[in-house]
Nanobody, 119 residues
Framework: QVQLVESGGGLVQPGGSLRLSCAAS????????MGWYRQAPGKQRELVAT???????NYKDSVKGRFTISRDNAKNTVYLQMNNLKPEDTAVYYC?????????????WGQGTQVTVSS
């Protein structure tokens, strides 16, 4: 079994910062891409940022310049540094990891962590 455990969410004022982390454990082969998605009530889940095994990144336009995704392959962990947070960033944030075992690739998801930006 594979498990992704997220941490770092919470309540922050507009303009503040948070750092999310997500660690993969269990029967892991090798990890290809990792990423972060978010979902607000009544809205579809949307991509926030992704990072490949080679370190190539991709961001949602509205978070460019404010968020930074990174990974530590030795720790099987992906991070999301969020600066200058805005109320519209409020959502449940989910991490994902694409794991490769032989010729099979599977996508796994974390349990989600709440981020609330409010005065």
């Amino acid at each position: 079994q594979v498990q992704l455990v997220e941490s770092g969410g919470g309540l922050v004022q507009p303009g503040g910062s948070l750092r999310l982390s997500c660690a993969a454990s269990g029967s892991i082969g090798s990890i290809n891409a990792m990423g972060w998605y978010r979902q607000a009530p009544g809205k579809q889940r949307e991509l926030v940022a992704t990072i490949t095994s080679g370190g190539r990144t991709n961001y949602k336009d509205s978070v460019k310049g404010r968020f930074t995704i990174s990974r530590d392959n030795a720790k099987n962990t992906v991070y999301l540094q969020m600066n200058n947070l805005k109320p519209e960033d409020t959502a449940v944030y989910y991490c994902n990891a694409d794991l490769v075992s032989g010729v099979v690739t599977r996508r796994y998801w974390g349990q989600g962590t709440q981020v609330t930006v409010s005065s």
